[in-house]
């Protein structure tokens, strides 16, 4: 491939929407069906694994490494492998964002129908009959539930860590 070639292939790739691990216009199908051993390998890939795996010939091995790498280079694989890991990564982060949406919404309705159960417990109660302490415990949990539930604190009782704020130890006040 010449320079000017590339250079049209470059740019080409910027204009038109494509997605750089798909099959090179220039590219063989032998070198295609080669990287995609090499990009499904996963960010631990080297080419002499993929050969590897394709190639169960020892004798073979070192012929086909020599070309997998000339392939490697003209064909940008690494560039190509890692543009297709951002994208995999991408989608687990878009369905992973989608479970915990959904595991949400459940966890709303759940905790909605069990705050109707407790609500219709307490207009039942006699007020006369709860005692100082049981006042203080129910004040304590209704203050540490809501603010779990706004994210203030984790379950685990420490300040939640949000971007843009700073929590300190204890360690390090009045230094």
Not at 17 to 22: I, M
Not at 154 to 171: A, I, Y
């Amino acid at each position: 491939m010449t320079d000017v070639e590339k250079v049209i292939e470059e740019a080409t790739n910027d204009v038109l929407p494509f997605e750089s691990w798909e099959k090179l216009k220039n590219e063989s199908t032998l070198a295609f069906s080669a990287f995609c051993t090499f990009r499904d390998l996963g960010p631990e890939r080297t080419i002499k694994k993929a050969v590897e795996i394709n190639e169960k010939d020892e004798a073979l091995r070192a012929k086909r490494y020599k070309v997998w790498l000339h392939w490697s280079t003209s064909y940008r694989w690494r560039e190509r492998a890692a543009d297709y890991d951002r994208y995999t990564e991408q989608l687990k982060q878009t369905e992973l964002r989608k479970t915990i949406e959904a595991q949400g919404e459940v966890h709303r309705k759940v905790t909605g129908k069990m705050l109707e159960v407790v609500q219709k417990k307490l207009e039942l109660m006699n007020p006369a009959e709860l005692t100082q302490g049981g006042v203080t415990e129910w004040v304590q949990t209704a203050i540490k539930t809501e603010r779990e539930a706004a994210g203030l604190v984790t379950t685990s009782g420490k300040p939640e860590v949000r971007q843009g704020e700073f929590n300190f130890s204890p360690d390090f006040q009045r230094l």
